[in-house]
C-alpha cells in the first residue's frame, strides 16, 4: 500500500497549482456532483452531528463548499503540497496530511465523511481497509458519500488517469463492498460524464447504521 501511495502523492505534489485552478469553482459547472454534495450535507445537518471530513480534499475547494452548507468540515489529504495549498487559499479551515486508511479523527466522531473521486488511486484489494477506516470515524447514523469513475463491466478496470493510475468501479460492486464495511447504501447517481474517458460519474451515499 505505501508504495503506491508514495507515487500517488508525489505525482499529485508536482500538479497543485493546475489542479486547484482546474477545480476553483466548486463544481459550478457539475450540477449533479454539486446537488449530490448538497444532499449530503443537508442530511449530516439533519444529524446533529455537524463534523465531517473531506478526506482527499486536495486544495480545498469542496471542503469549502461543505462549510459554506453549514457543516463544520476539515480536509485531509495525502499530499503535503495540497494540503499547503488548502491553507493558503482557505485560512479559516483546518487541513492535515494524511493516509485514507490511518485517519486522524476519533472513532465514531464524525456526522458525514466525503471522498469526492479520492479512492480512486485505491487498487481494489486495498479499497476494503479504507472504507472499514471512513466506517470506524463515522458516528452511528453518520453517511459517507463516495464519487468515482464507474464503468459497465462486471469488474473494476484499471486505467491511465493523467496524474496517477486509477480505477473505474461498477457501482454495485462497489455497493457491495460498502455493505462489507457496515453501511446501508441509501441513494445512487450514476450519469454521463463531460469526460473523453467515457466513464460515468457515479455517486454512492450510504448511512451507517
Known amino acids: 500500500m505505501l508504495k503506491h501511495q508514495d507515487e500517488t502523492r508525489a505525482a499529485y505534489d508536482g500538479v497543485v497549482e493546475l489542479y486547484a485552478s482546474m477545480f476553483a469553482n ?111 470515524v463515522l458516528a452511528p447514523g453518520g453517511l459517507l458519500l463516495a464519487s468515482f469513475f464507474g464503468t459497465e463491466g462486471p469488474e473494476p478496470v484499471r486505467f491511465d488517469h493523467k496524474v496517477a493510475p486509477a480505477y473505474s468501479w461498477p457501482a454495485e460492486r462497489f455497493a457491495e463492498l460498502l455493505a462489507g464495511a457496515g453501511l446501508v447504501t441509501v441513494a445512487r447517481l450514476l450519469h454521463d460524464p463531460a469526460s473523453e474517458r467515457g466513464f460515468l460519474d457515479t455517486h454512492l451515499l450510504a448511512r451507517r447504521p
Open 26 to 136: 466548486r463544481l459550478e459547472t457539475q450540477p449533479f456532483a454539486r446537488n449530490m454534495i448538497g444532499t449530503f450535507a443537508e442530511l449530516v445537518r439533519g444529524t446533529g452531528n455537524l463534523r465531517a471530513a473531506d478526506v482527499g480534499c486536495g486544495p480545498g475547494h469542496l471542503t469549502a463548499m461543505l462549510h459554506d452548507l453549514g457543516l463544520d468540515a476539515f480536509g485531509l489529504d495525502l499530499s503535503p503540497a495540497m494540503v499547503a495549498h488548502a491553507r493558503r487559499a482557505h485560512p479559516a479551515l483546518r487541513f492535515d496530511e494524511a493516509r485514507m486508511e490511518a485517519l486522524p479523527v476519533e472513532d465514531g466522531a464524525l456526522g458525514g465523511v466525503l471522498a469526492h473521486y479520492s479512492m480512486i488511486h485505491t487498487p481494489p484489494e486495498e479499497l476494503p481497509a479504507l472504507l472499514a477506516e471512513q466506517v470506524r
